[in-house]
């Protein structure tokens, strides 16, 4: 199946061929990575910028790894010292990268939609790293791409996203690609950060902790996003992880084959404790590792790659 598109904005706009697609080029990447260690000339003599008008630790260092492995050259914008501090905005600013020589975008936003905005006024593939509360689509790519890795086919797997959906940009994504494969997501927490109009995305919305987490294949955790609240969701964050923090007497009413997983940054001792953040069954640091191939994947495919180039781009 080709891929005919430039950017990648979100993963609802993605169809289920497109989504296996990147997949595929990631495990590609992946295997070559781990033989080789080595670098892919896909996007030699090609500039990517990694701007970045948010906080990102996993991200965007990802994000330059995929791309020095692909032999771009990859400039990180700094936010705090550009001249966004004096008022410049998003569309000046990406603008002038692109005269500067950029040849593609990697954007991280705090405003939802502005990937799309973006797409709209420049030439060049624009990734979408995360906007606002609306969608983190390389990290819904990156989570179920380990979750393959772990359970083979999600058709028919339960799978329960527990913590401040209502907020969390990776949440959506995953909901969308994780529908997309066939998976039964259930969506746990609070009510307020839980509402029940979720089911519109497709999902089963639950309060009730110990029924969700018994017959989940998959947990994953996701912090609270203090940053995107604008007035209290609940008492304080102790009675927050008193009802829903993951501990161990909670984790045993998972199945012992359940994984743990937890797209970063973790706050440790509130949505989940170190214990089993660090556990046998967390596989938080392989959904870092493979941020890298599938980051590999997306600026590939979007810088006009085909799969089945992967194998003859190797150098
Ligand atoms: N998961 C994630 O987006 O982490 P960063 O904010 O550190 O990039």
């Known amino acids: ?3 005919n598109r430039r950017h990648l904005l979100t993963l609802e706009e993605l169809s289920l061929d497109e989504i296996r697609l990147i997949h595929a080029t990631a495990a590609a990447f992946k295997q070559d990575l781990r033989r080789e260690g080595r670098r892919v000339s896909a996007l030699v003599g090609k500039t990517v910028v990694n701007l970045f008008l948010e906080p990102s630790t996993r991200t965007r260092l990802a994000f330059e790894m995929a791309a020095k492995r692909l032999r771009a050259d990859v400039i990180s914008f700094d936010a705090a010292s550009s001249s ?41 593939p624009i990734i979408n790293a995360g906007d606002g509360a609306h969608e983190h689509p390389t990290q819904g790519l990156l989570d179920t791409f380990t979750m393959q890795e772990h359970l083979g086919s999600l058709n028919g797997r339960k799978v329960v996203i527990l913590g401040d959906i209502l907020f969390s940009r990776v949440a959506r994504s995953n909901i969308h690609a994780l529908n997309k494969l066939g998976a039964a997501v259930t969506v746990v927490g609070p009510a307020t ?21 018994a017959d989940a294949e998959v947990v994953m955790l996701l912090r609270i996003q203090h940053e ?7 008492p304080s964050l102790g ?38 953040a660090d556990g046998a069954r967390s596989v938080i640091l392989e959904q870092v590792t493979n941020g890298i191939a599938v980051r590999m994947a997306v600026l590939h495919l979007c810088a006009g790659g085909r799969p089945e180039t992967v194998e003859a781009a190797r150098s």
């Not at 040849?103 to 797409?119: E, N, Q």
């Not at 950060?193 to 987490?213: F, I, M, N, Q, Y």
């Not at 998972?254 to 989940?272: F, W």
């Open 1 to 3: 199946m080709p891929w």
């Open 84 to 124: 966004t501090t004096k008022g410049e905005t998003l569309r000046d600013t990406a603008e002038n990268i692109r005269a500067l020589g950029a040849d593609m975008i990697v954007l991280r936003h705090a405003a939802a939609g502005s990937p799309l905005y973006l797409s709209r006024i420049l030439d060049i």
């Open 193 to 213: 950060l839980v509402p029940p109009w979720l089911t519109t995305l497709g999902v089963t919305v639950s309060h009730d902790l110990r029924g969700a987490l």
């Open 228 to 234: 995107r609240q604008t007035t209290t969701m609940f």
């Open 239 to 276: 009675e927050y992880t008193g009802m829903f923090g993951l501990n161990r007497a909670r984790a045993s009413w998972l199945s012992p084959k359940a994984i743990i997983m937890h797209p970063g940054p973790i706050n440790r001792g509130v949505e989940i404790d170190s214990e089993l």
